[in-house]
């Protein structure tokens, strides 16, 4: 009897890891990345990401657009950019602390502005929110605030 009930914990435990790494695989994407639909062209998407940036205490130190050296080697593919958002006070707070520096990767804040071939205008970032909470200390400190000022800045323009 307690071979069997072993052999069924056993059992379970792997069914168990199995559907988790399923559930984590299909359900990843959409929990690491938003997207929204803007109401605006592509251009005015940009523009108005950048001036209410600015206006919230925001830097635009870039703006990359990634389709120009692609089309400029022949391929035909639809515009997309991505654009850098530094707030000084919250990138001082991370590049303080030696252990939080882990996220310098991913400073500045980015945000892809991008068209499907639908001609729909999305925009995109990390679900920064959710990667501050398992990274802990002063990233799961100053992002969660970072992340609700860049949250503002899109509601502008994606109309929330």
Not at 118 to 147: K, L, Y
Request: hydrophobic letters at 45%.
């Amino acid at each position: 009897m307690t071979g069997k009930l072993s052999l069924a914990a056993v059992g379970g435990f792997i069914l168990g890891v199995i559907v988790m790494s399923v559930v984590t695989f299909t359900g990843a994407p959409e929990l690491m990345v938003i997207e929204d639909e803007s109401r605006h062209s592509f251009d005015e998407t940009i523009e108005l990401i950048e001036s209410h940036a600015e206006e919230k205490g925001w830097a635009v130190p870039n703006v990359h657009m990634l389709h120009e050296p692609v089309r400029a080697e022949g391929y035909d593919v639809q515009r997309v950019a991505v654009i850098e958002l530094c707030q000084p006070h919250h990138a001082a707070e991370i590049l303080a602390d030696d252990r939080a520096k882990v996220v310098t990767s991913m400073m500045p804040c980015r945000i892809s502005v991008y068209e499907t071939e639908d001609d729909r205008v999305i925009v995109s970032r990390m679900n920064t929110r959710m990667m501050a909470e398992m990274f802990g200390g002063t990233v799961a400190e100053v992002m969660p605030a970072a992340t609700e000022e860049v949250e503002e800045v899109l509601a502008a323009v994606l109309g929330d």
